[in-house]
């Protein structure tokens, strides 16, 4: 018996559509939704932290006496305490939000376009399309992360432009192969085949039966690339490679260690370590969520 085609099926679905069925879903899961609220309050106060810091963050604080207030514990003044150089600790604090929220965010969107192009060209199209972009993908594969990221830096120059620069060329390559890997089995859907004999052209194929039906692992990918990139600019931070004109909080470790204060000014090492702790939970929150909806078997029952 021959099967009819479906036109509903032959014409797919938008990408928009697929985006908000996805959240929809993400927004079930209990897990999910503590890592959701989690993440918007830190892009809240990424957006209004500079207004909220009672101070600039490299002015140095003096007594009353007229001398260096350094590293003076959480008073009613100070409530996060002062550093070794005077700056006022809540307010290096809240800025670095900002810093981890731009680094994270604009990195992954670059991170997850690149990736989603070199996966889904390479999948749907294979032979020397696949063979060209998966050769790229492996030379990419083969750069060692932290001593290159360490190398590039050094050479560019310590400034966020080039730490979003190094990561996007260090955490693409992952991304292509894993969203190859789905686009090899949607392309061979029935619905996509129907597609193809009802004579649609490979841009509809991609954007109404691929893109829509891989979108969970992308955002997938998206989501970790965010921890990845918030990781790795604090990570070159803390080794004396972030931008020097902005608070970060690696690099607010980075000055209580080459200080000698790492274990002694609890108030000044805590707020920062803590916020990763729970900024990069409150991603893997999101991730598992959306690793739930891409692999069933992970679901509960």
């Avoid at 597609?195 to 039966?209: D, E, K």
């Avoid at 990139?229 to 020097?244: K, R």
């Amino acid at each position: 018996m021959t099967q009819v085609p479906d036109q509903g099926a032959i014409r797919g679905r938008s990408l928009f559509s697929s985006a908000r069925e996805s959240f929809r879903l993400l927004m079930e899961d209990n897990f999910a939704v503590v890592g959701v609220a989690i993440l918007a309050i830190f892009i809240l106060l990424a957006i209004i932290g500079p207004w909220l810091a009672p101070f600039e963050p490299f002015k140095a604080m003096m007594t009353e006496t007229g001398r260096l207030n350094r590293l003076s514990p959480p008073n009613a003044t100070h409530l996060l305490g002062t550093t070794a150089f005077g700056n006022d600790v809540l307010s290096q604090f809240l800025h670095g939000f900002r810093v981890a929220l731009i680094v994270g965010l604009v990195a992954a969107v670059a991170v997850g376009f690149i990736s989603t192009v070199f996966g889904v060209l390479s999948g749907y199209f294979g032979g020397y399309v696949d063979d060209f972009l998966m050769r790229l993908t492996d030379i990419a594969l083969s750069i060692p992360t932290l001593p290159f990221a360490i190398v590039a830096v050094a050479l560019l120059g310590p400034s966020i432009e080039n730490i979003i620069l190094v990561i996007t060329i260090l955490f693409w390559r992952n991304g292509a192969r894993i969203i190859r890997s789905a686009v090899l089995t949607e392309r061979e859907r029935i619905y996509v085949k129907w597609a193809r004999a009802a004579g649609a052209s490979h841009f509809h194929i991609i954007m109404r039966h691929i893109l829509p039906n891989i979108v969970r692992i992308v955002f997938l990918w998206v989501t970790m690339s965010v921890a990845f990139a918030i990781l790795t600019e604090a990570s070159l931070s803390f080794l004396g490679l972030g931008d020097p004109t902005v608070v970060s909080w690696g690099q607010m470790l980075n000055t209580a260690f080459s200080s000698g204060n790492l274990r002694t000014a609890w108030w000044w090492v805590v707020p920062p370590s803590l916020a990763l702790v729970l900024l990069v939970s409150s991603l893997y929150l999101i991730g598992r969520a959306y690793e739930e909806q891409t692999n069933p078997r992970l679901r509960r029952r």
